[in-house]
C-alpha cells in the first residue's frame, strides 16, 4: 500500500455512505449484470461454490443468489457499513453468508475450496501488487477467478483511488492464464472487460472468448470518448463565459475532470479540500454546508457541479435544498450546475 494513499482508509471512508447506483447510470448495471450472467453460463463453469470479494451492498451477491438459487455464496467486504446494507438487501437468500475481510491483512480467506472467486469493480481500487498478491490467494482458494475492471486508459486522469491495469499480465505474474471479454458498451469513453483467470481454462472458455470478442468490437461506440471531450469542452467554454477570469470557485466533479487547459487561468478548488487536494466527499450534509461556507470566506465566488457529480444533488438533499434556498442558481443543463456564492 502506497504511503500517500492508504486504500483501506479511503474505503472504510467511503463504505459509510456509498450509493454506487447513483454514481454509475443504472442502465450500465444493468448491461453489466446481463454480461456476467451470460459469460458464465455459456462458459459452463462451475458455479456450486462462489467467493465473492468487495461485495459492497449487494448488488452482485443478489443477481448471483438468483441465478444459481442452490449455489454457496459467501461475500466478502472491507465496510462493516456495506456488510450490513448486503445482509438486508439479500435478506432472502438464505444461501449466502457475509464476512468482513481485509485485502491487506494476510489473513486466510473464509473458506476453501471454491468453484469460483468473483469481483466486479474491486481490483481498480488496489495498486498492481496488490492485485498480484490477491490474485494468487484467489487461486489456491478456487478454481477459476472472475473480475470485471476498467482495461483501457481513461480519457481523463484518473483519481488517486483508481488504477487501470494489464490484467494479463498481472495474472500472468500470479502464475495464471485468462481469456478476456470486452463489454459490449462503454460508459463515457471508459471500456470494461470481464476476465476469467486461472491454472488451466477449459476449451469452453476459450471457444466463447473467439465467438463474443468479434461481436464486442463491432458493437463498441467508437465516439464515446469524443462524446466526453465534446462534453468538456462545452462545460469549460459556459464557465468561461459565466465566470470571471482569475476567479477563485470550487469544483465537484469527483476529480474526475483532471486538469483542464482552458481552465487554467482559474484558482479552481476541490470539494472537499484539504490543503489544496480532493478529499473525497463529505460524510454528511453538515459537514458539506460548513466546508462551503469555509471556502465562500476564503473568496470563492462560485460553486460548479460538473456531470460526474450529479449524483450529490440528490444524494445530499438537505445541502442541495439549502444551496437552491440561499445561492441562485446561474446555469443549470446537462454539463453543469452553478451557483453564484456573492460576496
Not at 121 to 132: G, S, T
Not at 206 to 214: A, D, G, K, S, Y
Not at 273 to 282: F, Q, R, S, V
Request: overall charge negative; some cysteine; hydrophobic content about 45%.
Amino acid at each position: 500500500m502506497e504511503a500517500e494513499f492508504n486504500v483501506n482508509d479511503y474505503w472504510l471512508e467511503r463504505g459509510r455512505d456509498y450509493m454506487r447506483e447513483q454514481r454509475t447510470p443504472p442502465e450500465f448495471h444493468r448491461m453489466q449484470e446481463r454480461f456476467l450472467l451470460g459469460v458464465l453460463q455459456r462458459s459452463a463453469l462451475p458455479m456450486r461454490r462462489v467467493l465473492e470479494i468487495g461485495c459492497g451492498f449487494g448488488r452482485v451477491t443478489r443477481l448471483l443468489a438468483e441465478a444459481w438459487p442452490e449455489a454457496e455464496i459467501m461475500a466478502v467486504d472491507l465496510s462493516p457499513e456495506q456488510l450490513a446494507n448486503a445482509r438486508r438487501y439479500c435478506s432472502d437468500a438464505p444461501r449466502v453468508r457475509f464476512a468482513p475481510y481485509d485485502f491487506y491483512s494476510n489473513e486466510p480467506l473464509p473458506g476453501a475450496g471454491y468453484d469460483m472467486a468473483l469481483a466486479v469493480e474491486v481490483f481498480l481500487h488496489h495498486p498492481p501488487e496488490a492485485v498480484v498478491g490477491l490474485a494468487r490467494r484467489l487461486a489456491d482458494a478456487a478454481c477459476y477467478v472472475v473480475n470485471i475492471d476498467w482495461s483501457e486508459s481513461w480519457p481523463w486522469p484518473t483519481p488517486e483511488h483508481v488504477w487501470v491495469h494489464d490484467f494479463a499480465g498481472l495474472y500472468a505474474q500470479a502464475g495464471l492464464v485468462c481469456a478476456a471479454f470486452p463489454l459490449p458498451g462503454k460508459i463515457e469513453g471508459k471500456q470494461q472487460q470481464l476476465f476469467v483467470a486461472g491454472r488451466t481454462l477449459p476449451e469452453s472458455v476459450r471457444q466463447l472468448e473467439n465467438t463474443l470478442r468479434p461481436a464486442a468490437a463491432s458493437a463498441q461506440a467508437p465516439a464515446a470518448a469524443d462524446a466526453w471531450t465534446q462534453r468538456l469542452a462545452m462545460a469549460t467554454d459556459e464557465l468561461r463565459r459565466l465566470i470571471p477570469g482569475q476567479s477563485r470557485w470550487i469544483l465537484v466533479d469527483d476529480a474526475q475532470w483532471g486538469r483542464v487547459r482552458a481552465l487554467s487561468g482559474y484558482r479552481i478548488v476541490p470539494f472537499l479540500e484539504k490543503d489544496g487536494a480532493w478529499w473525497g466527499p463529505p460524510a454528511d450534509d453538515a459537514t458539506a454546508w460548513e466546508e462551503l461556507q469555509r471556502l465562500r470566506r476564503a473568496g470563492a465566488s462560485h460553486l460548479v457541479f460538473a456531470w460526474p457529480a450529479f449524483w450529490w444533488l440528490q444524494h445530499y438533499a438537505d445541502f442541495s435544498e439549502r444551496l437552491r434556498a440561499t445561492f441562485p442558481c446561474v446555469l443549470e443543463n446537462n454539463r453543469l450546475v452553478v451557483f453564484a456564492l456573492g460576496s
